[in-house]
């Protein structure tokens, strides 16, 4: 599976962006889809997920927040991220896995997108 991330860019705080995640090569359908984040100097953390079936997990720092979604007649998943804080400024990564279940970990994910920059000012 070849995934390839858009929708970056700057925004002040408060506002918001959607991040889209277009795939190929795969079986899009059957996969979890994935967002992670990587701030500079940090760890790569676990943002959002999505299943097949459109069941889907946050981290808790974007729980009413971000929303996850996906378009499998698009192969595309989405981050739709409102109410932006400055601490969300990151590289935002779109990842994917086989199976059903959403996991939340770097290494659960077995196909990455090259990134997109979020960059919140205050």
């Known amino acids: 599976v070849q995934l390839q991330a858009s929708g970056g860019g700057l925004v002040q705080a408060g506002g918001s962006l959607r991040l889209s995640c277009a795939a190929s090569?795969?079986?899009?359908?059957?996969?979890?889809m994935g967002w992670f984040r990587q701030a500079p100097g940090k760890e790569r953390e676990f943002v959002a997920a999505i299943t097949w079936s459109a069941s889907t997990q946050y981290a808790d720092f974007v729980k009413g927040r971000f929303t996850i979604s996906r378009d499998n007649a698009k192969n595309t998943a989405y981050l739709q991220m409102n109410s932006l804080k400055p601490e969300d400024t990151a590289v935002y990564y779109c990842?994917?896995?086989?199976?059903?279940?959403?996991?939340?970990?770097?290494?659960?994910?077995?196909?990455w997108g090259q990134g997109t920059q979020v960059t919140v000012s205050s």
């Open positions: 990842a994917a896995r086989e199976g059903r279940w959403v996991l939340t970990k770097v290494y659960n994910y077995d196909h």
């Open positions: 090569g795969g079986t899009f359908s059957s996969s979890v």
